[in-house]
């Protein structure tokens, strides 16, 4: 048995607010529309966690485990997806964290020009070096002086 029509009235501030809901179609199992509902409700209910989403990924902030001496933060979450099985849906829910820097672009040149004084142009290219290199070169703050 389906709804064809609700009304609803609400009174906030002297004004009256009616909601009309009406049945335009039903969504099947098999339909993509149907996935992206409860992916949309999963990623609502994770926001209401006070998570923070990064990328596709949601984090939380107030359990970040710091680490000054490295200048980075390590922030513990979540991936989530919901996918059609052999039986059903099924609901994945994978921990994943990401590690941050703390450190700004000016603070890591500082650090060299403290570091290098006496050779301006090794500081010059190094700062190239560490502001160009990416991610999955390694760690910049082991590149070796």
């Known amino acids: ?42 990623r609502k209910c994770m926001a209401l966690l006070n998570l923070e989403e990064m990328g596709r990924n949601f984090y939380d902030r107030s359990k970040r485990i710091c680490i000054p001496e490295g200048k980075l933060e390590l922030w513990p979450g979540f991936s ?24 700004t672009v000016l603070d890591e040149i500082n650090d060299l020009r403290n570091r290098l004084q006496s050779n301006p142009r090794k500081v010059l290219n190094l700062i190239k070096i560490r502001l160009t290199a990416s991610s999955g070169s390694g760690s910049l703050s082991c590149l070796s002086l």
């Open 1 to 42: 048995m389906y709804l064809q029509d609700m009304i609803q009235q609400a009174t906030s501030n002297n004004v009256v607010y009616e909601i009309r809901i009406r049945l335009v179609g039903l969504v099947q199992q098999t339909d993509p529309v149907y996935l992206q509902f409860y992916n949309i409700l999963l």
């Open 80 to 103: 989530t997806a919901i996918r059609h099985h052999e039986t059903g849906l099924f609901l994945c829910v994978e921990v994943t964290h990401k590690v941050l820097r703390t450190a």
